[in-house]
């Protein structure tokens, strides 16, 4: 499988195969956010998805792919202190905001910041069209959080500090997607380094919800908690798995871009599962997110 990763590297067929791991990778992290926001704490729901993606790829890590390069051990240091960051601010955010109105200003802020991102880092540009669906894009991810913002009443007295603490961690997504774009370049075998990421990744956050949950004075029940994390780790593989593959395989740019259709998803999630409303202009809104996704993929 590796050897079949690599040999699409800068073909067409490995253009179009990133395009489709991207989209998978937004649909699936908008699943992936609905699970950490549900009726759980944040931080128990996050600290049981990385105890089940933790020990599922332990075995892979350590007996099953090559070992990392000695230079690899540098970049996993930084892999994991950029997603602890990322861990923390995201908690505080799904905390602090309700999940509709949060969620577009992450993944809003993400992309923008992860296209200057790539161009620094890979020497990526992007044409004046492409430009133009970044700019259609956000106007739907930021617009459909501004209605969220008008329309939703539950939690508004910590909405500020929620908005802040959500460009945050948009900051931090165009971080890890520019940081872990460079290391899954930076090693010969792409599935030794989602091996030893999701590893390393998973081993502090059930640490972190374990004393949350003893220091609870109404725990919840820990059977459902767990099956919330094993799926929410399987979910995780795929999603974090897929978009780093396909910044393997082509633009880093162009992949975030297309993976913060999340939003699209998310606001589809919301409806579906957790019964909120969409009405006609949240679905104008999501259109237009579509509608620049498009525009940048045509664009290139």
């Known amino acids: 499988m590796s050897d079949f990763i690599i040999s699409l590297e800068g073909t067409e067929t490995?253009?179009?195969?990133?395009?489709?791991?991207?989209?998978?990778?937004?649909?699936?992290?908008?699943?992936?956010?609905a699970l950490q926001k549900g009726k759980h704490d944040p931080w128990l729901s996050r600290g049981a998805m990385d105890f089940f993606y933790c020990i599922i790829a332990a075995p892979f890590a350590l007996f099953v792919v090559p070992w990392p390069e000695p230079h690899m051990w540098l970049i996993f240091?930084?892999?994991?202190?950029?997603?602890?960051?990322?861990?923390?601010?995201?908690?505080?955010?799904?905390t602090k905001g309700a999940y509709t109105v949060v969620y577009p200003v992450v993944r809003g802020s993400g992309p923008l910041f992860a296209v200057i991102g790539a161009g620094f880092v890979f020497g990526e540009h992007f044409s004046l069209v492409q430009w133009l669906g970044v700019m259609v894009l956000l106007s739907g991810i930021f617009g459909l959080a501004v209605y969220n913002l008008r329309t939703i009443t539950v939690g508004r007295e910590t909405m500020v500090p929620a908005l802040m603490l959500a460009v945050l961690t948009g900051a931090f997504v165009a971080l890890y997607t520019t940081y872990d774009a460079y290391?899954?370049?930076?090693?010969?075998?792409?599935?030794?380094?989602?091996?030893?990421?999701?590893f390393l990744?998973?081993?502090?956050?059930?640490?972190?919800?374990?004393?949350?949950?003893?220091?609870?004075?109404?725990?919840?029940?820990?059977?459902?908690?767990?099956?919330?994390?094993?799926?929410?780790?399987?979910v995780a593989y795929f999603s974090f798995g897929c978009?780093?593959?396909?910044?393997r395989l082509d633009n880093v740019g162009e992949a975030a871009v297309l993976r913060e259709t999340s939003?699209?998803?998310?606001?589809?999630?919301g409806w579906i599962v957790l019964g909120e409303k969409v009405g006609p202009r949240r679905l104008s809104l999501m259109a237009l997110i579509a509608a620049g996704a498009v525009i940048v993929e045509m664009g290139g």
């Open 14 to 33: 490995g253009h179009h195969a990133a395009l489709i791991l991207a989209l998978m990778a937004a649909f699936l992290h908008a699943l992936f956010g």
């Open 77 to 94: 240091l930084g892999m994991f202190v950029i997603h602890m960051g990322y861990k923390v601010a995201q908690g505080y955010t799904y």
């Open 183 to 198: 290391g899954i370049r930076a090693t010969a075998d792409p599935f030794t380094f989602l091996a030893w990421f999701f």
């Open 201 to 234: 990744d998973g081993l502090v956050m059930p640490v972190v919800a374990l004393l949350r949950y003893r220091n609870m004075e109404y725990k919840p029940a820990l059977g459902p908690l767990a099956v919330k994390g094993f799926f929410g780790g399987i």
């Open 243 to 247: 978009i780093m593959l396909a910044t």
């Open 263 to 269: 939003t699209v998803f998310a606001a589809l999630i």
